[in-house]
């Protein structure tokens, strides 16, 4: 019996996570779908220590933000594209962890067009 509701509730917990990558998935193709990028600016984030890759990596689940390259060890830089509405939250959160970064396109449309 014991193991009968063990293996229902990480039934249940599997679903709930599937449900919830899912939807983070529905969100964020539903955010990057946009007819223009105006605005849309991408960040050369530059991780100094395991904590600041750390971090980062928490950014990366977030929906409105496209990274452009992988958070790993070896990397000295990440890329990071953010919609007009969420600048300021980027630059706010790198900035009291004291991680370095510089805008590397200012408008992703004006490059594109």
Known sequence: SFCILSATQD????????????????????????????????????PQTEDDRNYIKVLERRPYYDFWS?????????????????I?????DLEVRGISYEVMIPDVDAVIQ
């Not at 992988?70 to 969420?86: G, L, Q």
Request: hydrophobic content about 45%.
């Open 70 to 86: 992988e958070v790993r060890k070896d990397s000295a830089t990440v890329d990071i594209m953010t919609p007009p509405e969420y």
């Open 11 to 46: 039934t249940m917990k599997l679903l709930v996570v599937l449900g919830l990558v899912a939807a983070a998935a529905a969100i964020e193709d539903s955010y990057l779908n946009v007819e223009s990028f105006k605005g849309f600016q991408v960040f050369r984030v530059s």
């Open 88 to 92: 300021h939250q980027l630059e706010t």
